[in-house]
């Protein structure tokens, strides 16, 4: 009964900012939002954002500066406020989360910025 359920995707023009969010719910174990993926057509999955446990966090670096990454609610929710869209960013976005034991994804929200 985990589920991991993302929202905020949809077509934005280029410059633009969207705010994608995750919520993680339905897990017996403490579980936590880790972060981003992201899938262009043709394109293999790749790492756009991720947050520790202790607070530090990682971007790729083609959204350095453009993206940033939060949680908040017990680290079962997670943002990512996506400022100064560009075309490339198009893709379908993903949410991870984890308990000790599994890894967890939500199905996706598509973004689409407009060159």
């Known amino acids: 009964q985990v589920r991991v359920v993302e929202s905020g995707g949809g077509l934005v023009q280029a410059g633009g900012s969207l705010r994608l969010s995750c919520v993680a719910s339905?897990?017996?174990?403490?579980?936590?939002?880790r972060g981003w993926y992201r899938q262009a057509p043709g394109k293999q999955r790749e790492l756009v954002a991720q947050?520790?446990?202790?607070?530090?966090?990682n971007y790729a670096d083609s959204v350095k500066g453009r993206f940033t990454i939060s949680r908040d609610n017990g680290n079962e929710m997670m943002y990512l406020q996506m400022n100064s869209l560009k075309h490339e960013d198009t893709a379908v976005y993903y949410c991870n989360a984890r308990t000790l034991a599994r890894i967890y994804w939500g199905q996706g929200t598509q973004v689409t910025v407009a060159s």
């Open positions: 947050i520790m446990s202790g607070g530090s966090t």
């Open positions: 339905g897990s017996i174990f403490s579980i936590d939002v």
